[in-house]
């Protein structure tokens, strides 16, 4: 299996601009997580999806930021506009299951630096 | 509420040296229980995983965790490290039926000196 697949592996924006970062959930998973990585705040959940369904958004930031998963094959964060305390690695993971039972399967992560 | 404690920022280890991590968790119920390594610019791996049986559990590169619910506790160890085994680690708990479902400690970073 290829895992789960995430993209770009690297972003550099401005801050005002629109960032969006792309995953690719492994095959039959049906819980899809977005996380936040950062020295200060470690890794912080910011949204939950369970059979496309987002369960809980409680992490996310602000308005700034939102996640949609259209199918079971595909997820997007938006971040609009970015600003430079976004600077984070986002990691996305799935799941087979309604999660906290399974083993997470993480991607390689997407870095983002907000000038 | 749920959490998870990794009390240890940064351990220094000699290689070959014997190694624990510590893990203190809160939950309510009988807790799903997983370390997970990550390199660096890498994603998280699972190194092992608690459900229930047997409180001593094997993982993958070596590594062993023991479950004692007395202690709410779930260290990770490995009789003798290698200079690979530098990274970061991570003891989660699992919590289904919650918002979060997944609670993940700070991590301990290790270092391995030749």
């Known amino acids: 299996d290829a895992g789960v697949i995430q993209s770009p592996r690297h972003e550099v924006t401005e801050m005002g601009q629109e960032v969006t970062l792309r995953c690719k959930p492994i095959?039959?998973?049906?819980?899809l997580f977005w996380y936040r990585q950062t020295m200060m705040r470690g890794l912080e959940l910011l949204i939950y999806f369970n059979n496309n369904v987002p369960i809980d958004d409680s992490g996310m930031p602000e308005d700034r930021f939102s996640a949609k998963m259209p199918n079971a094959s595909f997820s997007t964060l938006k971040i609009q506009p970015s600003e430079p305390r976004d600077s984070a690695v986002y990691f996305c993971?799935?799941?087979?299951?309604?999660?906290?039972?399974?083993?997470?399967?993480f991607g390689e992560g997407s870095r983002l630096t907000v000038l | 509420a749920q959490s998870v404690t990794q009390p240890d920022i940064h351990i220094t280890v000699s290689e070959g040296a014997s190694l624990e991590l510590r893990c203190n968790y809160s939950?309510?119920?009988?807790?799903?229980l997983f370390w997970y390594v990550q390199s660096p610019g890498q994603g998280l791996q699972l190194l092992l995983k608690y459900f229930s049986g047997d409180t001593l559990v094997q993982g993958i590169k070596g590594f062993e965790a023991e479950f004692k619910r007395s202690q709410s506790s779930f260290n990770l160890r490995k009789p003798s490290v290698h200079w690979s085994d530098a990274a970061e680690y991570f003891c989660?708990?699992?919590?289904?039926?919650?918002?979060?479902?997944?609670?993940f400690g700070t991590g301990t970073s290790l270092t391995v000196i030749p």
């Open positions: 993971a799935s799941t087979l299951g309604a999660g906290g039972t399974g083993e997470l399967f």
């Open positions: 939950y309510g119920a009988t807790p799903y």
């Open positions: 095959s039959g998973h049906n819980s």
């Open positions: 989660a708990v699992g919590a289904p039926n919650t918002g979060n479902q997944f609670y």
